[in-house]
């Protein structure tokens, strides 16, 4: 059963923390990328990776770290610096670049208390 | 002006009836275009993509793309309420992932 997950579901953040989000695909797809989305508002993109051990960064990577060390994986850090990391985290994947379809995982919720 | 835009809506249409959601985009090197659905809390699930001008028909939606215009639509036939949710439009200009529109809200009305 292939698909993209997620965890946590729901992850409760005290200032001063770093948080790792994870997300893996059994897809065999090259491609993967992290979106954030607040309140009635689009998806903006934080990073993408479209090879193990390469990614760039999106829109709004600061405060943000990843890393992509295998294909299946592609953990995002969400560091201190990030002043108002409060959203919806997605994680989507590609069968090889940006002109692919994009498939989405079901997301994990940040609250920063 | 955005990259992407839509109309945040809600769009309300009666049980039944047809709807018509719009999207239009600034990059004219844009070469796909997609349509997601998502439920409240929930992830965009993929409805459609298009990537020639015209219309592209799966069951009961239709998405219509004119790249002249540069605009991409979304039409739902015999909406259900079961079709409420939030439409997001997005683009791929091939340099990067895709752009996302902020998405119309759709109600359909038992």
């Known amino acids: 059963d292939g698909g993209i997950t997620q965890s946590p579901k729901y992850l409760f953040r005290k200032e001063g923390q770093n948080v790792t989000l994870s997300c893996e695909q059994n897809?065999?797809?090259?491609?993967m990328y992290w979106y954030r989305q607040d309140p009635g508002q689009g998806l903006r993109l934080i990073y993408y990776?479209?090879?193990?051990?390469?990614?760039q960064k999106g829109d709004i990577a600061e405060g943000y770290s990843v890393s992509r060390e295998k294909k299946e994986s592609f953990p995002l850090t969400v560091t201190s610096a990030q002043k108002n990391p409060t959203a919806f985290y997605l994680c989507?994947?590609?069968?090889?670049?940006?002109?692919?379809?994009?498939?989405f995982g079901p997301g994990t919720r940040l609250t920063v208390l | 002006q955005k990259e992407v835009e839509q109309n945040s809506g809600p769009l309300s249409v009666p049980e039944g009836a047809i709807a018509s959601l719009n999207c239009t985009y600034s990059d004219r090197v844009s070469q796909s275009f997609f349509w997601y659905r998502q439920y409240s809390g929930k992830s965009p699930e993929l409805i459609m993509s298009?990537?020639?001008?015209g219309d592209k028909e799966d069951g009961r939606f239709t998405a219509q793309l004119n790249k002249a215009s540069q605009y991409v639509s979304l039409l739902i036939r015999d909406s259900q309420p079961s079709d409420s949710a939030t439409y997001l439009c997005a683009v791929n200009t091939g340099r990067r992932a895709l752009t996302f529109g902020s998405g119309t809200r759709l109600q359909v009305q038992p």
């Open positions: 990776s479209q090879i193990v051990n390469d990614f």
């Open positions: 989507a994947s590609s069968r090889q670049g940006h002109t692919d379809t994009q498939y």
């Open positions: 298009i990537y020639s001008n």
């Open positions: 897809l065999n797809h090259d491609a």
